[in-house]
Nanobody
Framework: QVQLVESGGGLVQPGGSLRLSCAASGSIFDIYAMGWGRQAPGKQRELVARITNGGSLNYADSVKGRFTISRDNAKNTVYLQMNSLKPEDTAVYYC?????????WGQGTQVTVSS
C-alpha cells in the first residue's frame, strides 16, 4: 500500500503561482511513476503531469510551459510548480503514484484561480 498526502493548494489570482507538494509513504519502493491529476466540477479527472523513476516527464498540452513536476527522492516527495495560472486551472488536484499492480491517489487539494 502507498499513502499520499497533498498540500499547498489555495486561492490565487490569475497569473499567479502555487506549488503543490505530495509526500508518499508505505510501499514507496514499488512506485515507478508519480504524477498529478486534476478534476474540475462536472469534468472527468485528467492527468496533467507525470514523472517516472527514470526521470521521464509528461505534461498535458493545457499546462505545458506553465507547470513543472519534480521529485525529491530523499524526501519521497513530488512537487508541482504551477505558474501563469488561469481560471480554467481551477480544480481539485490529486497526487498519483503508480506501481505494477495499482494506481494510488491522494485525497486532493483545492486550487482556485480567481480575481
Amino acid at each position: 500500500q502507498v499513502q499520499l498526502v497533498e498540500s499547498g493548494g489555495g486561492l490565487v489570482q490569475p497569473g499567479g503561482s502555487l506549488r503543490l507538494s505530495c509526500a508518499a509513504s508505505g510501499s514507496i519502493f514499488d512506485i515507478y511513476a508519480m504524477g498529478w491529476g486534476r478534476q474540475a466540477p462536472g469534468k472527468q479527472r485528467e492527468l496533467v503531469a507525470r514523472i517516472t523513476n527514470g526521470g521521464s516527464l509528461n505534461y498535458a498540452d493545457s499546462v505545458k510551459g506553465r507547470f513543472t513536476i519534480s521529485r525529491d527522492n530523499a524526501k519521497n516527495t513530488v512537487y508541482l510548480q504551477m505558474n501563469s495560472l488561469k481560471p480554467e486551472d481551477t480544480a481539485v488536484y490529486y497526487c498519483n503514484a503508480d506501481t505494477v499492480t495499482n494506481a494510488y491517489w491522494g485525497q486532493g487539494t483545492q486550487v482556485t484561480v480567481s480575481s
